[in-house]
């Protein structure tokens, strides 16, 4: 590794004359509130290192800076040099863009063991991300222990077994798959991203994407129209036609849920799915018509519409915030509501336009379940080719509000990683990195607009440097060479 500070998200402003010299080991800290809120000044010099920061994660991400800026032994679990590292001593002024800077984990189609949590805790924090979305629940798995609703980790979190990959044929492992995160569990996850500046958004998926809570508590379910043919913890991917009944029972239930989540995690925001909620079962359900009959409502996007509303009030009424991803404007949206935009960009414009916080993730830029290379050489064949080049060139803020007033509402950005196809620790790393680490400069650099961009700067940083790091911290990402054979 050369003593080049190549940094890895670009900080705003770096002063280097070129000198660098041996780091004393010696760090200073304080805050400054004259620097904005997550702002850093870092100084590197022969007496050792100066952070000040805007608050005490500016300070952080001073340290991640100053991690990077000592050498790989920084990223090992032990230092194996034993001369004291040189480093360049520099200045470095920096300040993120967004605020939300994220990255979305799907535990549910596959379930993570806590340790592999902690640990993408652990590289987001290197890459001043600063939002772990956790995705808890889906047709496919229910990850979070409920202390009133047992059933739902107890039959909830297991299923048969699981298709394999996505394409035909249809193939099965027949081995049984589940897991979840007891409530100390995720915990602990929390108080460890904590110590870190990551705050953990969970999702609990309503009112589609429900199969394994009707699983296990079928009374969930429109018991007039019901599938009860599969009635199971989904085996395959896709949607699954079994939706929540629109019931006050319903609400009830989840009103339950969600007061054990709000114990667990302290975050501003909660998020509700809101996804792909395929409406055929309220259309055929005579009980759901009447419902809809009754509350005064149109039509079945209004009562999606009336059950997220329902549940913005709720947490508002608890100094919580609502997200949801962008199906949640379908029949209105509700007043204190955030979109999670992952269908281009339209709902997000929409939603910003009206003066709700975005944040941007469309699938066809940043989901990182999608392959990262044309041809048939990926281990996953699946999705959009979104190379480490396309990621690194992705704008959060869509064209037509770029320059307005309303361009503030996006509030940040995230890549998500479905693991429908990614099962374990070493498919996640191979998908999400190196992407990430073009998101992370995405979401914390000012880079210029997409067509402006310097990815040749970026990927010269990547090889002279940050690769390094990833391999020091034991990352099995994608090589730029491509896959293993
Ligand atoms: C769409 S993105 C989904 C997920 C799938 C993903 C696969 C979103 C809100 N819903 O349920 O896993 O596509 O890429």
Redesign the pocket.
């Known amino acids: 590794m050369t003593t080049e500070p190549n940094l890895i998200p670009r900080p705003s402003r770096i002063d280097w004359n070129g000198e660098s010299g041996p780091f004393t080991g010696d760090v200073r800290t304080r805050v400054d509130p004259s620097l904005a809120p997550e702002a850093y000044r870092l100084t590197v010099s022969s007496g050792g290192a100066e952070i000040a920061g805007g608050d005490d994660a500016g300070v952080f991400w001073g340290r991640q800076t100053l991690r990077q800026l000592r050498g790989l032994d920084a990223f090992r679990r032990a230092p194996i040099e034993r001369e004291p590292a040189t480093v360049p001593y520099v200045t470095v002024e920096d300040a993120p863009r967004f605020a939300w800077r994220g990255f979305m984990l799907?535990v549910a189609?596959h379930f993570l063991p806590k340790d592999d949590v902690l640990r993408y805790i652990d590289l987001l924090a290197a890459h001043k991300l600063n939002v772990l979305h956790l995705?808890l629940t889906?047709d496919q798995g229910w990850r979070v222990e409920i202390e009133r609703y047992p059933r739902l980790t107890e039959v909830g979190a297991w299923r048969r077994r699981t298709r394999m990959g996505w394409g035909e044929p249809l193939l099965w492992d027949e081995r049984p798959h589940g897991g979840f995160y007891t409530r100390d569990d995720l915990r602990e996850i929390v108080a460890y991203a904590a110590q870190r500046h990551v705050t953990v958004v969970p999702e609990i998926?309503l009112p589609g994407?429900s199969q394994a809570a009707i699983a296990a508590y079928p009374e969930l379910g429109n018991a007039d129209v019901l599938d009860t043919a599969s009635l199971e913890v989904m085996t395959d991917?896709g949607?699954n036609p079994n939706v929540l009944a629109p019931t006050e029972a319903v609400l009830r239930f989840y009103e339950g849920v969600l007061e054990e989540v709000l114990d667990i995690f302290p975050g501003r925001f909660v998020h509700i799915?809101?996804?792909?909620c395929r409406k055929d079962q309220w259309r055929a359900s005579p009980t759901a018509q009447a419902r809809i009959r009754e509350l005064g409502l149109k039509d079945e996007d209004e009562l999606q519409s009336w059950m997220i509303r329902h549940f913005d009030r709720w947490l508002a009424e608890r100094g919580r915030r609502l997200i949801g991803?962008?199906?949640i404007l379908e029949g209105g949206l509700a007043e204190g509501a955030a979109v999670?935009c992952?269908?281009w960009y339209r709902g997000g414009v929409a939603a910003a336009q009206a003066g709700h916080d975005v944040v941007m993730?469309p699938?066809q830029e940043v989901?990182l379940?999608?392959v990262q290379a044309p041809g048939d050489q990926e281990p996953v064949p699946?999705?959009w080719v979104h190379t480490l080049e396309d990621v690194y060139r992705f704008e959060p803020v869509p064209p037509s509000l770029a320059g307005t007033p309303h361009a503030a509402r996006v509030i940040g950005t995230q890549a998500?990683l479905?693991?429908?196809v990614a099962e374990n620790r070493a498919r996640v790393d191979y998908q999400a990195w190196p992407r990430l680490a073009a998101l992370a400069e995405v979401a914390w650099s000012r880079l210029p607009a997409p067509d402006e961009r310097d990815y040749d700067d970026f990927e010269r940083r990547m090889n002279a440097a940050h690769y390094a790091r990833l391999d020091a911290l034991g990352v099995d990402y994608r090589r730029p060479s491509g896959p293993r054979p």
């Open positions: 799907d189609r995705h889906d998926d994407h991917w949607i799915g809101g996804d792909e991803w962008d199906e999670m992952w269908r993730c699938q989901y379940d999608h699946f999705g998500n479905w693991t429908e």
